[in-house]
């Protein structure tokens, strides 16, 4: 690595301002600072100072995010050959199936998003930014493996300069990047988002008679039946143990509990998520799905989901714990997060419990709490600012 560092230093002035290559200078500080922390110092004022800059923070949270890739990659392969009546259970021929089914989808989004954060930068004469390191492989990990890459890359496009870089690029945007990419996926190719055939890979093979492709929430949302159960793709019942491992079909990356509660302890001792956003939207989660539970309606029979089998489906605990927690969209106020955090469990599950269109409602529930979250800050902090005012009059008078 020493060998590598003294090679590139010895090039950087033909980077830098003057140099034969300087109109690449972002492009070239991009990669030194991702290899390398920057040796930069303040000259003056006080700062503290630390290896973990922001690129190394994103680093974390995509390590964070291994445990669900790998096992959502190994999953696909299982759903698939479920589907097709293929015996295998070959660890290798699952996992290779499933990451050969979502690599072109990553390198899409990677390719798509980075390039244009890459011109962006150039345009601009700014430091090349780091924040899609994370959203370039949420935004697979999120949608259907079935999902057509130049969908994928329409979408990332739109997310990347309509919802982060006209607003300034990384840390001014107000909306979670990935979910605009997903809602955008939604709302305008919505047969391609839900459905009974679009969260298992075929890959051209002929399913099995008794296959569906639906998934446990989509399964309740359009049953009818008070207490049915939830079933995987070729009929038999789920129990707690395959919902909490994940072995149904859903966006690849959200359907292990194990997985997420991995990464969202790996996110907590490093100190990047907050505890108070996590702690308060399984809270506010939670309490709800009591109510859907408890007083059942002809909207939402099934009567036997109870709370914890109800968060542990689908994406709501991938959901506030990869998602809910970005610094730059969620509230920045203690009190604030606590708010922002229950509010965020709470709307999501009553979108996929009174909502028959949204059978998966934490991506909605995050980006509406995204809008509000600046609102919500300037209410914690006007509500300081009279409570100390009328002390200090209490105390003047």
């Given amino acids: ?27 070239f500080d991009g990669f030194y600072t991702f290899l390398y922390t920057p040796n930069e110092t303040s000259a003056s004022g006080v700062h503290i100072h630390d290896s973990n800059d922001s690129k190394r923070t994103m680093i974390t949270v995509v390590i964070a995010l291994l445990p669900c890739c790998l096992f959502g990659m190994w999953n696909i392969g299982l759903q698939h050959f479920m589907a097709t009546g293929n015996p295998s259970r070959e660890f290798f021929s699952l996992f290779f199936y499933g990451f050969l089914a979502v690599l072109p989808q990553i390198l899409t989004a990677y390719v798509v998003g980075l390039g244009i954060e890459f011109i962006v930068a150039q345009i601009r004469g700014h430091e090349i930014q780091e924040g899609f390191l994370v959203s370039g492989i949420l935004i697979p990990m999120i949608c259907p493996v079935d999902t057509p890459c130049w969908m994928i890359a329409v979408a990332v496009a739109f997310a990347v300069i309509f919802a982060k870089e006209v607003f300034g690029g990384t840390g001014y945007n107000f909306l979670n990047i990935a ?9 305008s190719y919505p047969s391609k988002m839900s459905g009974d055939n679009v969260f298992v890979s075929l890959g051209g093979d002929k399913a099995v008679d008794s296959y569906s492709g639906a998934t446990p929430l989509g399964q309740i949302a359009s049953s009818t039946e008070l207490g049915a159960a939830v079933t995987n793709i070729v009929g038999d019942p789920l129990s707690f143990g395959d919902i909490f491992m994940g072995y149904y079909p859903g966006s690849w990356g959200e359907t292990s509990t194990l997985c997420i509660l991995i990464g969202g302890a790996i996110l907590l001792l490093t100190g990047i998520a907050n505890w108070r956003i996590i702690l308060s939207a399984l809270c506010g989660g939670l309490l709800m ?4 539970h408890n007083w059942a309606s002809p909207l939402y029979p099934a009567t036997y989901l109870d709370p914890i089998t109800q968060i542990c489906f689908g994406g709501f605990l991938f959901a506030i714990v990869f998602m809910a927690t970005d610094p730059v969209t969620a509230c920045r106020t203690t009190v604030g997060k606590y708010i922002y955090g229950f509010l965020i469990g709470a709307i999501a599950i009553i979108i996929r419990c009174y909502n028959t ?31 100390r ?6 105390k003047n008078s």
Wanted: proline letters at 4%; hydrophobic letters at 50%.
């Fill in 289 to 292: 799905s009591a109510v859907a």
């Fill in 1 to 27: 690595m020493k060998g590598l560092k003294k090679k590139i230093d010895s090039i950087k002035p033909q980077f830098e301002k003057g140099g034969r290559f300087s109109k690449l200078q972002s492009v």
């Fill in 179 to 187: 979910l605009v990419t997903r809602a955008f996926l939604f709302f």
């Fill in 389 to 394: 005012m009328k002390r200090l009059t209490v």
């Fill in 357 to 387: 269109g949204y059978p998966e409602g934490a991506m909605l529930a995050v980006l509406l709490m995204n809008c509000f979250a600046p609102l919500i800050d300037w209410c914690v902090v006007n509500s300081n600012i009279r409570r």
